[in-house]
């Protein structure tokens, strides 16, 4: 499926009231990482009360020591501080980087805003180099846009 076609699924998810945020985000999740063959690692971040980090929601991937995150600390925690999209084609020439896994090649961490406010993040690694495209920047931003709509 094509990042096109998969934008009314995604739609369709977000809509399913019957079920908690949670598990809606979780089918975003399945249905990326299903879908997409080099998204390999697709997971939710999300600041964690009035803390300065990120707490782990949904993800579908190998599991990760990185359930808490500090602000400013690898991609993600860079992106709760910058507010920008963050696309790294190579982590290895990354500084401020944290290794999930050694198969983990590029990474791409897109904010998610709730009413101008920077609530959370997707977060997907790939085990492929360099694999990410405008176009994946694009359509991971409408992602989190009907997300945003579903958080309180």
Same mark, same amino acid.
């Given at each position: ?19 908690t ?47 808490? %995150?500090p602000?400013?600390?690898? *991609?993600?925690?860079?992106?709760? $501080?910058?507010? &920008? !999209?963050?696309?790294?084609? @190579? ?10 896994? %050694?198969?983990?090649?590029?990474? *791409?961490?897109?904010?998610?805003? $709730?009413?101008? &406010? !920077?609530?959370?993040?997707? @977060?997907?690694d ?20 009907? $997300? ?5």
């Amino acid at each position: 499926m094509t990042l096109l076609e998969l934008k009314p699924h995604i739609k369709s998810i977000v809509s399913q009231s019957n079920l908690t945020v949670d598990e809606r985000l979780l089918k975003i999740c399945e249905i990326l990482e299903t879908n997409i063959d080099y998204y390999n690692w697709v997971g939710f971040y999300f600041k964690n009360g009035d803390k300065n980090e990120l707490k782990l929601g949904p993800f579908i991937g190998e599991p990760t020591d990185h359930t808490i %995150i500090p602000f400013g600390k690898g *991609i993600c925690g860079q992106v709760a $501080v910058s507010n &920008e !999209n963050f696309v790294v084609p @190579d982590v290895a020439a990354q500084d401020n980087y944290i290794a999930c896994s %050694i198969t983990v090649k590029a990474e *791409i961490v897109i904010p998610i805003f $709730v009413n101008g &406010e !920077n609530k959370g993040q997707i @977060d997907i690694d790939s085990n492929t180099p360099d694999p990410f495209t405008e176009a994946d920047e694009r359509f991971l931003e409408f992602v989190c846009k009907e $997300v945003a709509n579903i958080l309180n």
